[in-house]
Nanobody
Framework: QVQLVESGGGSVQAGGSLTLSCKSS????????MAWFRQAPGQEREAVAA???????AYEDFVKDRFTISKDRAKNTLYLQMSSLQVEDTAMYYC?????????????????WGQGTQVTVSS
């Protein structure tokens, strides 16, 4: 069974930075598209960013120029570098992996999910 394990969440003040990591011992991150999603309390889960090829990335408008998704094939790890964090970025962040290589921010494209890592941004 594929397991995705996120780490790197925490509490930070507005304007600060965090880098999330997602690692799997069973899933090869370079085999298909991966993405980060988030869910704030009382809200639906939403896409944040996705990556297929190294330079093939997509971002939701609310994180463009602030977040960067990347992957390290040697470490088999997916990353989300977050900067200029805002209180509105507070959420549980989830790593997701698909079975196809096409870049997508659509949730239904992803079949494997991590347990999430909490990001809390205070003013």
């Amino acid at each position: 069974q594929v397991q995705l394990v996120e780490s790197g969440g925490g509490s930070v003040q507005a304007g600060g930075s965090l880098t999330l990591s997602c690692k799997s011992s069973e899933y090869q991150i370079n085999c298909s598209a991966m993405a980060w999603f988030r869910q704030a309390p009382g809200q639906e889960r939403e896409a944040v960013a996705a990556i297929a090829m190294i330079r093939d990335t997509a971002y939701e408008d609310f994180v463009k120029d602030r977040f960067t998704i990347s992957k390290d094939r040697a470490k088999n790890t997916l990353y989300l570098q977050m900067s200029s964090l805002q209180v509105e970025d507070t959420a549980m962040y989830y790593c997701a992996a698909g079975l196809e290589y096409g870049l997508s921010l659509r949730e239904f494209k992803y079949v494997y999910w991590g347990q999430g890592t909490q990001v809390t941004v205070s003013s």
